[in-house]
């Protein structure tokens, strides 16, 4: 009887204690970032809290691809949910550069049924709300372990890889005249 009564505790107390599951505020986000060199990755977080990725190594062009598949965690969630709820309030910029060469860059665009917030960031010196948005999601991507054998396409990855130069038109050696 006494075991009856404590499994009916334990029982009230789980039931009692379940906590409202908040949904994205997002309809998706999407992120590219690229070192300045040869490491890139593009990624889109969906409003299943599903994160697809792809890890690049890019030269001129797309040399090899790893792409992943993870689920956030609910304080994940939460946590981007605040970062997309104060950004509709400040309304950032959509360029936020710095003067460098071989900088690291990202873009990130947040897609909502009321619009879409896009910004593209170089160099690291920006510390405001949309950049520590991307830090965030930065550091929670970096571990993601779920390889998948499917190659993502994203929207974003084209700005990702390189224009090639301009077909170099050829020019012709007139020596100078003697006068």
């Given at each position: 009887?006494?075991?009856?009564?404590?499994?009916?505790?334990?029982?009230?107390?789980?039931?009692?204690?379940?906590?409202?599951?908040?949904?994205?505020?997002?309809?998706?986000?999407?992120?590219?970032?690229?070192?300045?060199?040869?490491?890139?990755?593009?990624?889109?977080?969906?409003?299943?809290?599903?994160?697809?990725?792809?890890?690049?190594?890019?030269?001129?062009?797309?040399?090899?691809?790893?792409?992943?598949?993870?689920?956030?965690?609910?304080?994940?969630?939460?946590?981007l949910n605040y970062f997309v709820?104060?950004?509709?309030?400040?309304?950032?910029?959509?360029?936020?550069?710095?003067?460098?060469?071989?900088?690291?860059?990202?873009?990130?665009?947040?897609?909502?049924?009321?619009?879409?917030?896009?910004?593209?960031?170089?160099?690291?010196?920006?510390?405001?709300?949309?950049?520590?948005?991307?830090?965030?999601?930065?550091?929670?991507?970096?571990?993601?372990?779920?390889?998948?054998?499917?190659?993502?396409?994203?929207?974003?990855?084209?700005?990702?890889?390189?224009?090639?130069?301009?077909?170099?038109?050829?020019?012709?050696?007139?020596?100078?005249?003697?006068?």
């Open positions: 009887m006494i075991k009856l009564i404590k499994l009916f505790w334990v029982l009230a107390l789980i039931s009692s204690c379940k906590s409202e599951i908040a949904k994205p505020v997002y309809d998706s986000i999407e992120l590219s970032f690229s070192s300045g060199w040869p490491y890139a990755f593009s990624l889109k977080i969906d409003s299943a809290n599903v994160v697809s990725k792809c890890d690049y190594k890019i030269i001129s062009k797309i040399e090899s691809v790893k792409c992943f598949c993870d689920t956030l965690s609910q304080s994940s969630v939460d946590s709820s104060e950004l509709k309030n400040r309304k950032p910029d959509s360029v936020y550069a710095e003067n460098c060469q071989d900088c690291s860059w990202y873009t990130i665009r947040i897609n909502e049924t009321e619009g879409r917030i896009e910004s593209e960031i170089t160099g690291d010196r920006h510390k405001n709300l949309i950049d520590s948005l991307a830090d965030f999601i930065l550091r929670h991507s970096y571990g993601m372990k779920n390889r998948v054998d499917t190659v993502y396409s994203f929207p974003l990855t084209e700005r990702l890889v390189p224009t090639p130069p301009p077909m170099q038109v050829e020019t012709k050696f007139t020596p100078l005249r003697k006068i």
